[in-house]
């Protein structure tokens, strides 16, 4: 059961095509420059894991010394009736070996545990490693095109939609416990929904009213319950119970705590009922934070009663323990490299060459597994006349909604060199907007591209009365009036985005148009964006599939995309943009994956042919992991469905024994 | 008497100084676009994948619950009132912890680490500068200058960006971005070993801080050698046949180190700097990379209150070298008395 990678099929597609529907001034996308050694192979649905009895279960030899001891309860009591079983096939090395020691770097701190009140732990997959959530969506970058029919199955094991679609009922796994044995069941699920969701004096991650509209929850035993809505909705609502939004927390010990059940307590004392010193806490997930010392380490334990096995029935996870140093985001790179932590993103193209190699000597430490092409930048141009501060800005927002004025921007633009600007090698490749390469979802033949071509851009310019009417070397708007100048805000925390800048700062005024580059931190950036303070914007923005950043990339709600948001409640809409809102809808409603693939498609072809945004390249992100570290499965991207931490899934990695770390608590287990 | 009055002088006149600090820090801080909440937003935004607009009614919530809505003069006063009447300096909006809390675990880190290498940085820089002067136009002169010139000429960071890519990529170091091994860690009570594990951690801010420091004590403790030496009541000493080494100890030293002395509360203010810009380049937790995620975190009263700690330190470090310049020279107290 598997088929062609992503890259493999653009490759056959595009050499295959021959005619375009429409956009005959357009190119293909050429076929992408291959990423020497990349190969992987997608899976069915099915082919992940599973939920079933096998015939008998094993645990790392320490807990089955405490069973022998008396003080944990056996195995078989532990583990739900149905575990969640890890399919040997899909694991790239096989059956691991219990012990060691799994390290991770971050850069954020623990606000305090509990996630149910909006609290985050510090980012970096700590979070994720606690906080178990109905469904998945990490491990999904790894299935098959026309088995992306949803998120994968978690705590809820199974889930069906009545006729009409506005009943969605959910069955969890059955038998399931807390790490300190407590029973999960619905009144964890009631307690997340009515006491956190629902309750608006709580800062939960789902907000009240935000899953659909009337969306009511009914408890119908304890291991089955029910979402009823005011009108029909589909599968892909069911996305929204993954991480972050869907991850319920334990009733027992912060029921007592809030001010529904307490008259004594507060909403703010609720908020820090599990503070972050203040360890270890129940967790569903595979390791229990044990330990947090300020600034310094957070070190879990593995969850004794944790509820997902192998094929051969050994309770994972492999590791038994797993280590967060709280240092700095640049430092989690730095000792991933020097071998002193076992995992980092690398985002960031200019380091990829330096980066393969070193992994490449024999006592490196680290391997560098890139991913297919799933970082994009962009440049998007203001089409909405908020936060613009005079007629100039009016004006050139008007001539932005010109097709013809993002063609030729487009055709001005030598990717290649920008590509090159960025980071040599065969990283880079030309992206002309919509999903990206590495995508499930990628269909060439509906992608269309402006290539560079500075006849046809200057053609396009000129058509639109663009001349230089003052002779200074920049078009002139087509009255004659003021310099066409555009402003375009950038992360200037981003070096492979200020490069990209500043190569289509000297393209574009080749072709007569000045850009003023701004450069603002982080911070400002995002502000300035959503407020619309800007006429143009150079900016990474994945796009891997229709229901993740889909804000960023379609008009699919009032502030949705930042460069074209709705003024005083309406909406001014170019004329492809309601067709696009449309496909968005049809993906999202249908659950016929035939149906959801041609939706992706639509969404490619508008928003490439209409240049919705002017792509200048994508290119893959890396994974820095430790060459101990087994299972870390080719291919797995940075981000595509959730962040890697999640893709990878990190309960099935492993270390051959005589590889493993001494653990800093052998033996131990969270005692609460 | 007179040594006491110059002291609760110099006291009272560093009162204002500091008010005049507090309202410069957290107007610096204020000054930055954007506040605590729009970084929140900024950072969950790119981990959730939430949009703003999802986010908006959570994040107008939380700037009135931490007081981010009312005007900055109201912000200013509330924040001041909580230093001087509880020693509050107020809430860490990331750590969810108070203010204190927070810089209280990596004060002292720092200011321990600055007076190592300012003590040890001063002593070597003495040393090499009386050897230089004492072997002038030498070659242990030459060295000693040249040693000096490059950890005067070298910034701090590009030495620290040198070593981290030694260690990280050359050597597999495993001692970087913390003061200790997970082992040690969870260690709570003194061992040689623990101590020889920090040593492992933080060399790299001890070398390129004393390298740094003594360059500049070297330097002037040698031209004050230099000078002293060629002064009249050594030559007079030298005509009443002491020894070489009691010219240069007894009489030359002394008094070519008041400028050395004198300039100890400046180099303490270096010393600081230094350490915590060496620390933010190599991800040690000290003070430096705290404020440098305060900063772009908008966490903006950790960021004052370290403005306000450092500045406050630096104000008693010069206060003390002044009263130790006067202890050790009465012209000092004199001086200062007879202007008014």
């Excluded at chain 1, 009895?53 to 078989?76: H, I, K, N, Q, R």
């Excluded at chain 1, 968005?584 to 659950?591: E, G």
């Excluded at chain 2, 620290?160 to 709570?188: D, H």
Aim: charged content about 20%; aromatic content about 10%; some cysteine.
């Amino acid at each position: 059961m598997t088929a062609l990678t992503p890259m493999k099929s653009v490759l056959v597609a595009t050499v295959c095509s021959v005619a375009l529907t429409g956009g005959a001034q357009a190119d293909l996308l050429p076929p992408e420059k291959d990423l020497s050694g990349l190969e992987y192979e997608t899976i069915g649905r099915g082919d992940l894991y599973d939920y079933r009895a096998l015939d008998g279960y094993s645990e790392a030899p320490f807990l089955a010394d405490m069973v022998a001891g008396g003080t944990l309860p056996p195995l078989a009591d532990r583990l739900p009736e149905e575990p969640l079983v890890f399919k040997t096939g899909a694991m790239s090395d096989g059956i691991g070996e219990y012990g060691g020691v799994f390290r991770h770097v971050i850069g954020g701190r623990p606000e305090g545990w509990n996630w149910l009140a909006g609290q985050h732990q510090g980012w970096g997959g700590i979070n994720m490693a606690i906080q178990e959530c109905l469904v998945r969506q990490g491990p999904r970058w790894q299935i098959k095109a026309e088995d992306q029919t949803g998120p994968l199955p978690n705590l809820a094991k199974s889930w069906s939609w009545n006729d009409d679609n506005t009943q969605l009922t959910m069955t969890l796994i059955k038998g399931a416990k807390w790490s300190d044995g407590d029973a999960f069941d619905t009144e964890d699920i009631r307690f997340w929904w009515e006491d956190n969701v629902e309750d608006k004096n709580v800062a939960a991650r789902l907000k009240a009213g935000s899953l659909a509209p009337g969306a009511k929850l009914e408890i119908l035993d304890e291991a089955s319950f029910r979402f009823t809505f005011d009108e029909p909705q589909s599968e892909s609502l069911v996305e929204r119970l993954a991480y972050i939004e869907g991850c319920p927390g334990p009733s027992h010990v912060l029921k007592p705590l809030h001010p529904k059940y307490n008259s004594e307590a507060t909403y703010e004392g609720y908020t820090q009922a599990m503070p972050a010193d203040n360890l270890p806490i129940p967790v569903m997930g595979a390791w229990v934070p044990v330990l947090h010392k300020a600034d310094e380490l957070v070190v879990m334990r593995r969850n004794p009663f944790y509820w997902k096995v192998d094929e051969t029935g050994q309770q994972l996870p492999y590791y038994n323990e797993m280590h967060f140093r709280l240092s700095t985001w640049d430092d989690r790179t730095t000792q991933a490299v020097a071998g002193t932590g076992d995992f980092s993103n690398m985002e960031n193209p200019a380091n990829y060459v330096a980066a393969l190699k070193e992994s490449q000597s024999d006592d490196a430490p680290v391997t560098v597994r890139f991913g297919q092409r799933t970082l994009a930048w962009r440049m998007s141009l203001n089409f909405s006349d908020i936060g613009a501060e005079d007629d100039v800005d009016l004006g050139l927002r008007d001539l932005f909604r010109e097709l013809d004025f993002r063609k030729a921007v487009s055709h001005a633009l030598d990717r290649d060199a920008i590509g090159q600007a960025v980071a040599r090698g065969p990283f880079a490749h030309p992206y002309s907007g919509g999903l990206v390469a590495g995508s499930s979802y990628f269909d060439s033949e509906s992608t269309f591209y402006f290539p560079y071509d500075m006849d046809k851009a200057n053609a396009l310019l000129d058509g639109l009365g663009l001349k230089d009417s003052d002779g200074n070397g920049i078009r002139n708007m087509a009255d004659g009036g003021a310099d066409i100048e555009i402003d375009v805000i950038f992360n200037s925390g981003r070096n492979e985005t200020r490069k990209q800048l500043d190569a289509i700062t000297s393209q574009l005024g080749e072709v007569g148009i000045r850009v003023i580059s701004r450069g603002l931190d982080k911070t400002n950036f995002e502000t300035a964006l959503h407020g619309g303070a800007f006429n143009a914007v150079l900016n990474r923005r994945n796009f891997p599939t229709p229901t993740r950043r889909s804000c960023y990339n379609m008009p699919i709600a009032g502030n949705c995309p930042a460069f074209h948001q709705e003024q005083d409640g309406k909406r001014d809409f170019l004329p492809f943009e309601e067709d696009l809102a449309e496909a968005y809808r049809t993906f999202v409603a249908t659950t016929d994956g035939a149906e959801k693939i041609q939706a992706t498609r639509d969404i490619q072809r508008l928003i490439t042919e209409n240049v919705y945004v002017i792509g200048t390249i994508q290119a893959p992100a890396a994974l820095l992991v430790n060459r101990r570290i087994r299972n870390a499965h080719p291919g797995t991207p940075v981000y595509m469905f959730q962040w890697a931490e999640d893709a990878i899934i990190r309960e099935r990695l492993w270390t051959p024994a005589e590889q493993q770390l001494d653990e800093l608590m052998p033996g131990k287990i969270a005692e609460y | 008497m007179a040594l006491l009055l110059y002291l609760l002088k110099r006291i009272l006149v560093s009162i204002p100084l500091l008010i005049g600090i507090s309202i410069v820090s957290f107007a610096l801080v204020i000054a930055v676009p954007g506040d605590f909440v729009d970084s929140w937003l900024s950072q969950t935004v790119a981990q959730t994948g939430l949009t703003h607009a999802e986010l908006q009614d959570q994040a107008d919530a939380m700037r009135i619950k931490l007081g981010l809505d009312k005007s900055l003069a109201h912000q200013y006063f509330i924040w001041l009132k909580g230093i001087v009447f509880s020693g509050d300096f107020g809430q860490s909006f990331v750590y969810s912890k108070p203010v204190t809390e927070v810089i209280g675990l990596r004060l002292p880190r720092t200011l321990g680490l600055a007076l190592v290498t300012l003590i040890v940085g001063q002593l070597i820089g003495v040393m090499l500068g009386i050897y230089a002067a004492t072997h002038q136009y030498k070659l242990g002169d030459t060295l000693a200058t040249l040693v000096a010139f490059f950890g005067i000429v070298i910034p701090k960071f590009v030495m620290s960006l040198v070593i981290l890519y030694l260690m990280a990529y050359v050597w597999n170091s495993s001692y970087i971005g913390s003061l200790y091994s997970p082992e040690f860690i969870l260690q709570e009570h003194f061992s040689f070993a623990k101590m020889w594990d920090f040593f492992l951690h933080v060399w790299p801010i001890l070398f390129i801080s004393i390298w740094a420091g003594q360059a500049y004590t070297t330097r002037m403790m040698r031209g004050n050698l230099l000078d002293v030496m060629n002064a009249q009541y050594i030559e007079t000493a030298r005509a009443k046949g002491l020894s070489r080494g009691k010219v240069l100890f007894r009489h030359a030293v002394p008094n070519a180190l008041h400028p050395v002395i004198m300039n100890m509360g400046g180099r303490f203010d270096y010393m600081v700097k230094g350490e915590i810009e060496i620390a933010i380049v190599m991800g040690i937790p000290t003070l430096g990379p705290l404020i440098l995620s305060s900063v772009t975190e908008r966490d903006m009263y950790v960021l004052s209150a370290i403005f306000l700690l450092i500045s406050g330190l630096l104000v008693v470090g010069n206060l003390l070298a002044d009263f130790a310049l006067a202890l050790l020279d009465p012209r000092v107290r004199r001086a200062e008395f007879s202007k008014g």
